[in-house]
């Protein structure tokens, strides 16, 4: 059964949002002053003059909300907040040691709020939020004052919970590109009203022609193949300093020919993963863990449903080989090649991504005298697919090398960029 | 200061000072428990007759106490409803009696107990009663285990003044109190009358005694709200303002 709500404030907020049965992890997103905060709190039923029906799939709903501002109850610690929150927790709740491991907050459970960094606050109002255990948990803007590498790792967090639990996010935010590569569905929000509802790649258009993005981003799904040879190299030398019995060639042949485990990358590896047969070298902060493979049963009704060991195990290992990826790739940072015969392995460029596409379409922005073009791309697959499961992928390019490179539709080019 | 001398403390004065703190400590503590229900409802209300309530609350502040006395010795009398059923109920008049001074006390001194405590409500961020009905608080209990807590300045606040104030009140007890020693005779009608007497050494003790005490209630008033206006009580309302 699919998760749909309709939502009526006036002049703040209206529209229907029908959702996948599988998505857990909604982004919302829009201009300031778009409605998005007023579709939250409809959601929670925190607004009197709307009118707000929702069907979350035949369950009793406990909705959670976290603001922008913590909103911690400073007459208590950060132990406290969380002890508090477990007064009405439901079945299913984390503990609060869960929660405070997952939103990087252990160290934190004594301080007093008055001493907390706004960072800080926000990780706590989260981990505050989960050990509550609610179905739904809206985020508004709440990871905002959080530093990106533990954002990263924050979100990385509620997918998971996502995945293996009865949890379902809905998260605003104005990281545009962060959102579209974490969700599995995507709100687009603007003047009052619901503008766009669907999986990233139906949102996207409507988010460019809204003016919400200046370029498109593409999200592809791919596979880990390992990890990089030359962070592989950079890794074992590493060790040698600090171990002088290991020595580096066989090591790196044995890990790179047999890595499935790759211990504790850090946001700076560079994975190797295969995108529609054509490989790609991706560093961990530009990718994240997909959970297709995750079996995930919203429609047996989220009452019954229990992580199980097997579905954390397929989360923890993700960036594995053989793990489902997501990555996001900015139009701003592709660049065209119409030599053709030129891949990676020959190629002079220190770009090492390329997949071969074709020209789908070239579109001029609004002002013809910005100089700039988009073009729409549909990556070549190798593996034998139909058109419609080819991804599609965007450039932004000058008008003077669409005429100098004499481009035009159904033309097959080469799409460079670097995913560092 | 030679002329403060122990010996002037005699038993009377000390029944004076005892049944002045009595009537303060019972008319805060009231007030306390009639104005928190009060200022909450007002703070959350929106209507347009609400400047209209809040003037009315506010009256006292402004009125001459004699003018406030007078009406209520006026309602307290046995001749007018109220004072009759009083006297069917207790066998006793409210007026010159120490129930009438609690009830006329209560009165006079609300808008100092209501003042800081609606500024409180108001200035409050209403979020976390969202924060606290999300995480399952009923009403009642977020009020209890979330707001209280969190607006404990401006309780204590309201507490302090509305003792202090009660402490100094003289025009609304002399109307309808009169002066009966042990009954209705408080500290600043007993040195009204040591003056009338020309028992200057007297006065100075009571006047002196008034003084220190009201200038400690407002330093520690002060202190505890960190330098603000202690009537509007609203330090630590919002911390999340800080960042």
């Not at chain 1, 019954?304 to 990826?325: F, H, M, R, T, Y």
């Not at chain 1, 997949?355 to 070239?362: A, G, K, Q, R, S």
């Amino acid at each position: 059964m699919s998760v749909a709500f309709e939502v009526l404030l006036p002049s703040r907020i209206e529209g229907r949002v029908e959702l996948r049965a599988s998505s857990s992890f909604i982004g919302i997103t829009g201009p300031s002053g778009a409605g998005k905060s007023s579709l939250l709190r409809c959601i929670a039923g925190f607004e009197k003059g709307a009118l707000t029906q929702a069907n979350w799939g035949n369950m009793s709903t406990k909705i959670g909300i976290v603001f922008q501002q913590p909103l911690l109850f400073p007459h208590v610690n950060v132990e406290g907040n969380l002890q508090l929150a477990t007064r009405h927790a439901s079945e299913h709740a984390i503990s609060i040691n869960e929660a405070v491991k997952g939103c990087h907050c252990e160290h934190l459970l004594s301080k007093q709020i008055a001493t907390l960094s706004g960072g800080e606050a926000q990780r706590v109002a989260i981990a505050r939020a989960l050990v509550n255990g609610p179905h739904i948990l809206l985020l508004d803007e709440s990871l905002s004052a959080i530093d990106a590498v533990t954002r990263r790792h924050i979100y990385a967090f509620l997918r998971h919970l996502c995945a293996v639990s009865q949890l379902t996010c809905f998260v605003v935010s104005h990281d545009i590109d962060e959102l579209l590569l974490l969700s599995d569905e995507m709100i687009y929000v603007c003047a009052g009203k619901i503008k766009a509802v669907g999986n990233v790649d139906s949102v996207v258009p409507n988010m460019y022609q809204g003016g919400a993005i200046h370029t498109p981003s593409a999200i592809l799904n791919g596979v880990v193949e390992c990890i990089a040879e030359a962070t592989l190299s950079s890794h074992a030398e590493e060790s040698t300093h600090t171990n002088a019995e290991k020595t580096t060639h066989p090591e790196q042949e044995m890990l790179i020919e047999h890595a499935t485990d790759f211990g504790e990358p850090d946001q700076n590896t560079v994975y190797q993963v295969i995108v529609s047969g054509q490989r790609l070298y991706v560093s961990q902060k530009s990718l994240i863990a997909a959970r297709s493979s995750i079996v995930r049963s919203k429609v047996a009704s989220f009452s019954e449903c229990e992580p199980n060991q097997a579905d954390k195990n397929e989360i923890d290992n993700s960036l594995s080989a053989g793990g489902q990826v997501r990555l996001a790739v900015k139009a701003s940072e592709v660049s065209i090649d119409t030599n053709t015969a030129a891949m990676t392995e020959n190629s002079t460029s220190s770009i090492l991504n390329s997949l071969n596409c074709v020209i789908e379409d070239i579109t001029h922005f609004d002002n013809h005298k910005s100089g700039r073009v988009l073009l729409n791309l549909r990556i070549i697959n190798q593996n034998d697919m139909s058109e419609d499961e080819q991804p599609a992928l965007h450039a932004v390019i000058s008008t003077l090398s669409v005429s100098r490179l004499q481009l035009a539709k159904n033309m097959l080019v080469i799409a460079r960029f670097k995913l560092l | 200061m030679g002329y403060v001398d122990a010996d002037m403390v005699n038993a009377e004065m000390l029944n004076t000072v005892l049944l002045t703190f009595k009537l303060a400590l019972v008319t805060s503590v009231l007030l306390l428990i009639i104005v928190m229900p009060l200022a909450w409802i007002l703070a959350n209300w929106q209507h347009k007759a609400k400047s209209l309530v809040l003037s009315v609350l506010a009256l006292p502040l402004v009125l001459p106490p004699t003018v406030l006395g007078f009406y209520l010795l006026i309602a307290f009398s046995p001749q007018s409803a109220l004072g009759q059923w009083w006297l069917a109920l207790t066998g006793s008049t409210l007026v010159f009696s120490f129930q009438g001074l609690v009830l006329g006390s209560l009165i006079y001194s609300l808008p100092f107990a209501l003042q800081p405590l609606y500024s409180g409500f108001v200035q409050l961020d209403k979020r976390y009663l969202e924060v606290a009905s999300s995480l399952g608080f009923s009403r009642l209990e977020g009020l209890y285990r979330i707001v209280l807590p969190l607006c404990k300045a401006p309780i204590i606040v309201a507490f302090g003044l509305s003792f202090a104030h009660t402490v100094g009140e003289f025009g609304v007890v002399l109307m309808i109190g009169g002066n009966i020693p042990g009954e209705t005779q408080v500290l600043s009608i007993a040195l009204y009358e040591q003056v009338e007497a020309l028992e200057y050494e007297r006065a100075h003790v009571m006047s002196l005694g008034l003084l220190v005490f009201s200038f400690i209630v407002l330093a520690l008033l002060y202190r505890f709200n960190g330098g603000a206006d202690p009537s509007s009580g609203t330090r630590n309302i919002d911390p999340e303002r800080k960042r």
